[in-house]
């Protein structure tokens, strides 16, 4: 949990360094749940250890799996073959979404009794359209308090899959990569999943798909909004590869690349680049066309100050359903650019771990930004001069998510010292963060 301490920042002028990121969340979770449900034993290289991969691994403590922490980043699992040794638990699921939402589903098809709750936010997040999902093809599934979020209880049922399993993706992509992984356990035939409706945040059902392959499930995708699961024939339907290296999280490297424009660089960002699976590379295309200068290889990007004769960024116009994640550093590196930036498609942000829409225009507002916010937008257009630059003496608050304490270390490279506020919150994704931070800035 975080503390409510504050840090004082800034100004900052020059970013430059290397900096070696910690291993992808999303890899992290998927990679801990498919190798606790594989045949075999799995070495996850390059973990990433943070909150929620913690609520993943004491989760799957928790039933009946052998999970082995060799060092900070390195984690042995012994697979239970598709069945959870242990059919009674409760499970506190913190606020990882990649936690809570992929072990729903896969606790669903276990025949066996399981409560899963979070933190207050986690009980405010939706969790419905997976439950809808599931109730399809049987499973038993209760709210403890509100209807459509946690706490949830599973209960003991007979699950039943006729060929079609309909999910909604437009309020997460999580409930539609936990079935993805879960109905292998349970496919006596080919199940085809159909999305209805949009599909947001398309790229983490790549990474899914991807994890998925390598251990031994391979999906076909038919069209945009089906998905194909194959037949399990074997029982043990998924098997280990027996070492999986996770990639640097690509969320993580956003502030990195953004300081590398806004402070000059270069700024080098080690493990992930060109050949990465995670969607949020596509992070250093967008700050591209805000004028950085980009270069990238197998394992790395790097970003080395702006184009533009003004030394200033360019504000863009940009849908950014797919980089949910990573268009929250687009909002603050708008502090560095001419012109009005507007970022579309973000209405998943309202229900993620604050209603991150009005935080970021609330938080950008005080340092003196002029800001619009919509049901899925926000435009943020920079203080007009350095005079309106404010230097909020409350600091800004952070509402417990790692993501607004990142990004807004970005402001302090505006003209005054920052102060921000609960800064441990980080440590969902990034407990180094301001520590590693502060070996780029000067
Ligand atoms: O599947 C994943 O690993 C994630 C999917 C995204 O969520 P939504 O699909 O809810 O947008 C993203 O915001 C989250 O941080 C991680
Ligand atoms: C939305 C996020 O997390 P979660 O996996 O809890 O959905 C996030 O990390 O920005």
Redo the contacts with the bound molecule.
């Keep these: 949990m975080s503390s409510s301490s504050s840090i004082q920042i800034g100004p900052f002028r020059h970013a430059h360094g290397e900096i070696v990121l910690p291993g992808s ?1 999303s890899i992290s979770n998927r990679a801990l749940l498919l190798a606790a449900l594989s045949s075999g034993t799995t070495t996850l290289h390059n973990l990433l250890d943070a909150d ?1 991969t913690k609520v993943m691994r004491n989760a799957l403590r928790q039933l009946g799996i052998s999970v082995t922490d060799q060092d900070h980043h390195i984690c042995i699992i012994k697979g239970c073959s598709g069945q959870f040794p242990v059919r009674e638990a409760d499970l506190l699921m913190g ?4 936690a809570i939402r992929p072990l729903t589903a896969a606790l669903a098809m276990q025949s066996g009794n399981y409560r899963l709750s979070g933190v207050a936010r986690m009980h405010e997040r939706p969790i419905r359209d997976l439950v809808d999902g599931l109730r399809q093809i049987g499973a038993e599934i209760t709210y403890e308090l509100q209807a459509g979020y946690p706490p949830i209880q599973i209960s003991t049922s007979q699950i039943n899959i006729q060929d079609i399993v309909k999910v909604r993706g437009d309020v997460s992509s ?1 409930f539609l990569t936990a079935l993805l992984m879960a109905l292998p356990l349970v496919a006596k035939e080919p199940v085809r999943i159909e999305v209805i409706g949009e599909l947001i945040s398309r790229p983490y059902i790549e990474i899914t798909l991807k994890l998925m392959a390598r251990f031994g499930v391979l999906v076909d995708c038919p069209d945009a909004q089906s998905f194909v699961i194959p037949a399990n024939t074997s029982g043990a339907v998924y098997q280990s590869p027996g070492a999986i290296l996770v990639e640097g999280d690509a969320s993580s490297a956003s502030y990195f690349l953004a300081l590398g424009a806004i402070g000059r660089g270069p700024v080098r960002v080690l493990g992930v680049g060109s050949d990465s699976i995670q969607g949020d590379v596509a992070f250093a295309d967008a700050l591209a066309l805000m004028g950085a200068k980009i270069t990238a290889g197998d394992g790395w990007i790097e970003v080395a100050g702006v184009q533009n004769a003004s030394g200033k960024l360019n504000a863009i116009t940009i849908n950014c359903t797919e980089i949910p ?1 990573a268009a929250m550093t687009l909002a603050v590196a708008a502090l560095f650019a001419e012109g009005k930036t507007r970022l579309n498609g973000i209405a998943s942000w309202r229900v ?2 604050t209603d991150r829409i009005a935080a970021m225009a609330k938080e950008l507002k005080k340092l003196g930004a002029v800001v619009q916010e919509g049901d899925d937008y926000i435009e943020v257009e920079a203080p007009m001069t350095l005079a309106d630059w404010r230097s909020p003496p409350e600091g800004i608050d952070t509402y417990d998510d790692h ?1 607004m304490a990142m990004c807004f270390s970005l402001a302090a490279f505006g003209p005054n010292p920052l102060k921000i506020n609960d800064p441990d919150c980080v440590a969902k ?1 990034f407990p180094a963060y301001f520590a590693e931070f502060a070996v780029v800035v000067s």
Excluded at 95 to 98: F, M, P, S
């Design positions: 969340k929620d606020n990882a979404g990649t999580q994640d993620k771990e993501r994704t």
